[in-house]
């Protein structure tokens, strides 16, 4: 902003004060960010709030909904520019793509935009999939359908491994791929420390986790807790969850301790263990979805049902080993089919590296492989 000295009676002091402030002033550079930061559909016809990723949106829209005739309005950046316009009608019975350029001129990011009317359409998650972001820092886990057409995409917490600066390669961060799964690759969960970033932010390591829904990275440093956001459209009633998993623990289980300069206090003789869990939930307005305040609350009145692994199955497994863990619905929660079939329940799947990650407390080294998991619903 400029700043500009007000004239004096003097002539001649008021020519030197304007060339003195002239030589001093300093326009605000232009913005060099070229993000979609919010989304929105005129009319009665989000089923769920747009899900927002790095480079991608997804538009869930309710059933009956024409995907040919949609015009999403987007907020940007403060001064960036997108194309096609904002507002632009587009035919979304396949995804399109919109192209968002900073102020400055200097930086272009492509958004893929897809819209549907469905929530998650498979049941079998075998992890051979694995992306990189939009930056080449970490991997994004999807899913495709029969023809290869990409159909649901996991979250984790590798945006906000990213701003601790802690991991070089892919496989240093939490979550990744592995080529040694139950079948071909898998995916492998890693506790890791955090560097001296994280440790200033009292968030000295970080879990391995992967899960149905997105990650609000803008909330990841200020409040952690509520940027795992579970959940996604689910239109049947789930019964099952299956799949094989192998574990180590680390060598040294920590809990957090803002006192000690690393921020970690050791606990001889304790052993890490990792967590598997499902939520079959109701999503409604003030409660769309779930985070990991609430995610397994036993007030939480939108939880309908859990499955969950036993502690005493949690631990150390060198070999491949089976899972089961059945959906129990609370007592007097049943689904209501007029409910379902609108689209208003969402499941959650979370898969973590150490039980206690979310408060920061864990065993570095701890590792969870993770493959060929089935979801059996009714």
């Known amino acids: 902003m400029m700043r500009l000295k007000p004239l004096t009676t003097s002539l001649l002091f008021a020519a030197c004060a304007a060339l003195a402030a002239t030589s001093c002033i300093k326009e605000e550079a232009p913005n060099a960010e070229a993000d979609i930061e919010s989304c929105t559909l005129a009319g009665d016809v989000?089923?769920?709030?747009?899900?927002i990723e790095n480079d991608r949106i997804t538009l869930i829209l309710k059933k009956g909904t024409d995907l040919t005739a949609l015009?999403?309005?987007?907020?940007?950046?403060?001064?960036?520019?997108?194309?096609?316009?904002?507002?632009?009608?587009?035919?979304?019975?396949?995804?399109?793509?919109?192209?968002?350029?900073?102020?400055?001129g200097r930086w272009k990011k492509r958004y893929r935009v897809e819209a549907t009317t469905s929530g998650m359409t498979t049941g079998t998650f075998r992890?051979?999939?694995?992306?990189?972001?939009?930056?080449?820092?970490?991997?994004?886990?999807?899913?495709?359908?029969?023809?290869?057409?990409?159909?649901l995409t996991w979250a984790s917490g590798n945006p906000g491994f990213a701003l601790t600066g802690a991991g070089d390669d892919c496989t240093d961060y939490p979550t990744y791929q592995s080529g040694t799964g139950y079948r071909n690759k898998c995916l492998a969960l890693t506790t890791r420390r955090t560097g001296s970033f994280g440790t200033m932010m009292n968030m000295p390591i970080a879990a391995g986790n992967l899960f149905l829904g997105t990650f609000d990275v803008v909330n990841a440093l200020k409040d952690p807790l509520t940027a795992t956001r579970f959940g996604i459209p689910f239109e049947h009633v789930p019964s099952h969850l299956r799949g094989y998993y192998q574990y180590r623990s680390g060598e040294t289980f920590y809990e957090l301790d803002r006192s000690a300069s690393d921020k970690l206090k050791p606990v001889p003789g304790r052993k890490d263990r990792f967590d598997i869990y499902a939520v079959f939930f109701e999503s409604t307005d003030d409660r769309k979805h779930l985070d990991g305040t609430n995610a397994l609350s036993e007030e939480n009145p939108n939880i309908l049902a859990v499955a969950r692994i036993a502690p005493e199955k949690a631990v150390e497994c060198d070999a491949w080993s089976p899972f089961e863990i059945d959906f129990v619905f609370r007592e007097g929660k049943q689904p209501d089919p007029a409910k379902l079939a609108a689209g208003k329940y969402s499941l959650a799947i979370v898969f973590t590296s150490s039980f206690c990650g979310d408060r920061f407390e864990?065993?570095?080294?701890?590792?969870?492989?993770?493959?060929?998991?089935?979801?059996?619903?009714?």
């Open 362 to 378: 864990g065993a570095p080294g701890s590792t969870l492989r993770v493959d060929e998991v089935t979801l059996e619903y009714e």
């Open 71 to 104: 015009a999403p309005e987007f907020t940007l950046t403060p001064g960036a520019t997108i194309l096609p316009a904002s507002g632009s009608t587009r035919d979304f019975t396949t995804p399109q793509s919109y192209e968002v350029t900073s102020e400055d």
């Open 127 to 151: 992890f051979e999939n694995a992306r990189m972001d939009s930056n080449g820092k970490y991997q994004i886990f999807y899913e495709t359908d029969a023809a290869g057409a990409e159909i």
């Open 46 to 51: 989000l089923n769920r709030d747009p899900i």
